[in-house]
């Protein structure tokens, strides 16, 4: 049974930082993907940022490109998206996903078989 359990969320001013993580559990993630997501009020999920676990090719979307970096620590099975510059537009629920890495879309939500229950960022001005 794989588990993707996310915490860090909180809330921040904007210009503020803050590190979110995500304790993966159940199998082994060297074939995965692990992306992370996000949801507005309103708003469609979309993708925020996506590491392989075997290689560690990175992708971001273009809203967080240069202010969020996301990484892996095999050893700890976690994955971290480390955010910076926080804007308003920022706020939303965070979720960590997981995809078997051969023909994954790592942009495509759908392609994303496991998912985490979310944690809250929430950005003022």
């Known amino acids: 049974q794989v588990q993707l359990v996310e915490s860090g969320g909180g809330s921040v001013q904007a210009g503020g930082s803050l590190r979110l993580s995500c304790a993966a559990s159940g199998r082994a993630f060297s074939n995965y993907v692990m992306g992370w997501f996000r949801q507005a009020p309103g708003k469609e999920r979309a993708f925020v940022a996506a590491v392989r676990w075997s290689g560690g090719s990175t992708y971001y979307a273009a809203s967080v490109k240069g202010r969020f970096t996301i990484s892996g620590d095999n050893a700890k099975n976690t994955v971290y998206l480390q955010m910076n510059s926080l804007k308003p537009d920022d706020t939303a629920v965070y979720y960590c996903?997981?995809?078997?890495?051969?023909?994954?879309?790592?942009?495509?939500?759908?392609?994303?078989?496991?998912w985490g229950k979310g944690t809250q960022v929430t950005v003022s001005s």
């Open positions: 996903a997981a995809a078997q890495i051969w023909g994954t879309n790592v942009y495509r939500r759908d392609d994303y078989a496991f």
